[in-house]
């Protein structure tokens, strides 16, 4: 739900309707994201995995977000980088390391979406997260996990043993 395409929804609703709804989704987004400015995030927290879904998984492209964690793995921002088409997104490993340092970041968690349902990740998923988990190690930065969320659902790449 609040991944909808505003362009579509103030096509189909209209203009005050759509911004209702968006205040609405933004509002939400807010109230679920704040569980987790105070408590450490745990990998498979059932809390995030609820955030991340109700957040993206209505999403009709691909987004990139990243959650940048302090020592105690609280939430310092959470960010979507980068956006592509129904079925890929690019981004650099150097982004995402470059806005750590410039959080003081500790630890990440990655998060993509998958619009077509399907939760297993490709290989470019796993290179991309072995490679910043690599690089993330020589700078002191975590990467915890890489989370695809995909058919109401979130898929860990360390659960699934693709992230040492």
Known sequence: MLGLDTTRLKRAA??????????????LAHSLRDRF???PLTM????????????????????????YLDR????????????GSAGRVAISTRTVINRAL?????????VHNHPGGNA???AEDV???????????HLG??????????????TSLRARGDLE
């Open 14 to 27: 209209g203009d005050s309707i759509a911004a209702l709804i968006e205040g609405h989704c933004a509002l």
């Open 37 to 39: 400015l105070e408590v």
């Open 72 to 83: 105690g793995n609280r939430l310092i921002s959470d960010e979507m980088i980068a956006e």
């Open 120 to 122: 297993r990740p490709s």
């Open 127 to 137: 290179i991309f997260t072995r490679k910043l988990g690599e690089v993330g190690k």
């Open 44 to 67: 498979s927290g059932e809390d995030l995995e609820r955030y991340l879904v109700a957040t993206m998984a209505d999403c009709p492209t691909e987004r990139l977000r990243v959650l």
């Open 141 to 154: 930065i975590i990467v915890h996990d890489h989370l695809i969320v995909a058919g109401g659902r979130c």
């Open 102 to 110: 410039e959080l003081e970041a500790s630890a990440l968690i990655f």
